[in-house]
């Protein structure tokens, strides 16, 4: 996952012509749905990701009818 370079951005912010801004992995892999062996979506996983989502489809239905 990149993310920003903040020990040269930091070192260069009072540069006149402006800090350098670059981006580095950091070594840390994005998130998924947890598979098997196989690569097959485990049964537990979908169901957390199911459950997930409908508590988020709700919250924003709330926030839409509350607001």
């Keep these: 996952m ?3 370079d903040t020990a040269t951005f930091l070192m260069t912010q009072d540069n006149t012509a402006g800090p350098i801004i670059q981006f580095v992995e950091n070594g840390i892999e994005p998130q998924g749905p ?3 062996a196989d690569g097959n979506v485990s049964k537990a996983s ?3 990701y199911l459950v997930a989502y409908a508590l ?3 919250f924003v ?6 607001l």
């Design 2 to 4: 990149r993310e920003l």
């Design 46 to 48: 979908a169901a957390a």
């Design 34 to 36: 947890m598979t098997d």
């Design 61 to 66: 239905g709330y926030l839409f009818l509350a």
């Design 56 to 58: 988020m489809a709700g």
